[in-house]
C-alpha cells in the first residue's frame, strides 16, 4: 500500500510540479487548492502526512493547521513556504509542526522529495529487519 499525502498548495505550477514528483515515487498524492477543501478532505479520511503551505486563499495556513491539528493531532504536518514571519513562525511551532521546507526559485524539488520519503520511511531496511529482530518471539 503507497502512503497517502495530502497537498495542501495554491500555486498550480508549484503543486503540479511537487504532486507529479512525488507520484513518479509511488506515494498517493491528494491535492487541494485551499484551506476549506484541505478541511473537507482531513474529514473524509486519514493521511501519511500533510505537506502545508501558509498562504493560502480564504482560510490562511495557520488556520487550517489548527484545524488538522483538532481532526488529527497525530499526523506529521511539513510547512512548505517561503513565508517566514517570525509570530506565525512561532504560532507554527507551538501548533506542533513536524518539518519545514523552503519553497521558492532556489528550492531543490528532488531534493524536497527526498525529505517528504524520509519521514514517510525514516528507517533504512537494514533497521527495520534490526529492530525486528530484537523483538522477543511470540510479542506478535
Same mark, same amino acid.
Given at each position: 500500500?503507497?502512503?497517502? +499525502? /495530502? /497537498?495542501?498548495?495554491?500555486? &498550480?505550477? =508549484?503543486? !503540479?510540479?511537487?504532486?507529479? #514528483?512525488?507520484?513518479?515515487?509511488? +506515494?498517493?498524492?491528494?491535492? #487541494?487548492?485551499?484551506?476549506?477543501? %484541505?478541511? #473537507?478532505?482531513?474529514?473524509?479520511?486519514?493521511?501519511?502526512?500533510?505537506?502545508?503551505?501558509?498562504? /493560502?486563499?480564504?482560510?490562511?495556513?495557520?488556520?487550517?493547521?489548527? =484545524? @488538522? *491539528? *483538532?481532526?488529527?493531532?497525530?499526523?506529521?504536518? +511539513?510547512?512548505? =513556504?517561503?513565508? &517566514?514571519?517570525?509570530?506565525?513562525?512561532?504560532?507554527?511551532?507551538?501548533?506542533?509542526? !513536524?518539518?519545514? +521546507?523552503?519553497?521558492?526559485?532556489?528550492? !531543490?524539488?528532488?531534493? =524536497?522529495?527526498?525529505?517528504?520519503? %524520509? *519521514?514517510?520511511?525514516?528507517?533504512?531496511?537494514?533497521? *527495520?529487519?534490526?529492530?525486528?529482530?530484537? @523483538?522477543? #518471539?511470540?510479542?506478535?
Amino acid at each position: 500500500m503507497n502512503n497517502l +499525502i /495530502l /497537498l495542501i498548495e495554491d500555486e &498550480q505550477k =508549484t503543486g !503540479d510540479m511537487l504532486k507529479q #514528483a512525488l507520484e513518479s515515487e509511488d +506515494i498517493d498524492v491528494i491535492w #487541494a487548492i485551499d484551506g476549506k477543501s %484541505a478541511i #473537507a478532505q482531513m474529514q473524509r479520511g486519514k493521511f501519511d502526512l500533510i505537506i502545508l503551505d501558509l498562504k /493560502l486563499p480564504g482560510i490562511s495556513g495557520d488556520e487550517v493547521l489548527a =484545524t @488538522i *491539528r *483538532r481532526v488529527d493531532p497525530y499526523v506529521d504536518v +511539513i510547512v512548505y =513556504t517561503n513565508y &517566514q514571519d517570525p509570530p506565525i513562525m512561532k504560532k507554527l511551532i507551538n501548533l506542533g509542526i !513536524d518539518g519545514y +521546507i523552503n519553497k521558492g526559485p532556489e528550492a !531543490d524539488l528532488w531534493g =524536497t522529495v527526498e525529505r517528504i520519503k %524520509a *519521514r514517510l520511511d525514516p528507517f533504512t531496511e537494514e533497521e *527495520r529487519e534490526s529492530l525486528l529482530e530484537a @523483538i522477543p #518471539a511470540g510479542v506478535f
